[in-house]
């Protein structure tokens, strides 16, 4: 059983608004976080686009508008740490590593998608990259990811572990209980929280006495920050200074403010926004913005911007075409990794499939002199 006897960490709690920034950045690494930025941005409106054309089924949630802050976290995780996403994960797990054409073909429900098909757009799954799976319940990863950081803790590993969620997440019983836990015995985890203003159309405001998210940190004594999600360098600094709190035993609660450009998933038209509101978000795009910043420092030019643009959607139609391409899973594999190792009485029946063997039918004598 793990140890609950740790020290108190009180003496260590951060709550500064802002957290301290790393030394300045290459242009390349800067540079890579715009072109990570297009990669997502182009992916996720193509993505729509093929759900319109209905060749991406169920659910489907984008990371539009959110791009500086997916750069910006996973930029600074380490290959060998865990990743818990929610069902806005796309982005991620492009981010991650994970090859963009068997996330597109995820989406497009094909065999050689990142999940063979069967997770979809909210259900990605990738051991090599450790990156964990979105989930469609609110708050599913939450737990898990808590679990994951124990498990970690209790190897005595280096690894951490990043648990991104939506702000909606925070009010929930289960937020509450990991990261109580999590303070107690001091895991490695990180719990980044993406505030874009809304719980599908409630705003923050209306919905959390708190609306400074970050805040509700204190309540375990735990170090937290909030941070502009518009700005991929801030993101990145704040992401590093969280992991490396997570790594001493010290759990961190990171939120990034971050606006959603379209509705809560893609068939939401967001009716409850206002004119003005949607035209202040298209006004702070992190795109535009970034480009803007970098155009200004001289790190990027119009013709690099072209060219980074191009690229971007050339990967991207290459990813639709590999997912055009793959095939359907065959329905065989349907309970396929339902259980990482066999487990008894594991049931492999198909919807319609009788439960139990049918009893063999009376003779047709027999029925007769019944009948008789």
Avoid at 174 to 190: K, Q, R
Avoid at 309 to 329: C, I, K, M, N
């Amino acid at each position: 059983m793990p140890s609950n006897t740790k020290a108190p960490r009180a003496s260590t709690r951060r709550t500064a608004a802002t957290p301290p920034r790393g030394g300045a950045l290459e242009d390349q690494q800067l540079l890579g976080f715009y072109r990570q930025m297009v990669l997502i941005r182009r992916f996720e409106e193509r993505a729509a686009r093929a759900y319109t054309e209905a060749k991406v089924g169920g659910y489907c949630h984008l990371n539009l508008g959110e791009e500086a802050t997916v750069a910006g976290l996973m930029s600074a995780v380490q290959p060998d740490d865990y990743v818990f996403t929610n069902y806005r994960e796309h982005g991620y797990a492009i981010a991650r590593g994970i090859a963009p054409a068997r996330v597109m073909a995820e989406l497009y429900g094909r065999s050689d998608g990142v999940s063979r098909g069967w997770g979809g757009s909210m259900h990605m799954f990738d051991i090599a990259s450790r990156f964990m799976g979105g989930y469609g319940i609110v708050g599913g990863q939450v737990p898990l990811a808590t679990g994951a950081a124990l498990a970690i803790d209790y190897r005595n590993g280096s690894e951490a572990v990043v648990c991104l969620m939506g702000d909606g997440t925070t009010n929930i019983g289960a937020f509450h209980e990991s990261l109580n836990i999590a303070a107690l015995w001091g895991l490695p985890i990180v719990y980044a929280v993406v505030n874009n203003g809304l719980g599908m159309g409630t705003t923050v405001e209306q919905s959390s006495a708190e609306p400074e998210l970050h805040k509700r940190a204190a309540s375990y004594r735990m170090a937290s920050a909030r941070v502009d999600g518009n700005d991929p360098v801030a993101v990145h600094a704040a992401a590093q200074v969280a992991l490396a709190s997570a790594r001493k035993g010290k759990p961190y609660l990171l939120e990034t403010v971050s606006g959603r450009l379209k509705g809560h998933s893609v068939v939401d038209p967001a009716r409850y926004r206002s004119r003005e509101e949607a035209e202040a978000l298209k006004a702070s795009d992190p795109v535009a913005a970034y480009a803007a910043r970098l155009h200004e420092q001289g790190s990027l030019t119009d013709e690099l911007i072209a060219q980074i643009d191009a690229d971007a959607v050339g990967t991207v139609a290459a990813a639709v075409e590999f997912a055009d391409a793959s095939p359907f899973p065959d329905v065989s594999t349907l309970f396929d990794y339902t259980y990482a190792t066999p487990v008894p009485n594991d049931s492999r029946r198909l919807p319609g499939d009788a439960l139990f063997p049918a009893s063999p039918r009376p003779a047709a004598d027999a029925h007769a002199e019944v009948s008789a």
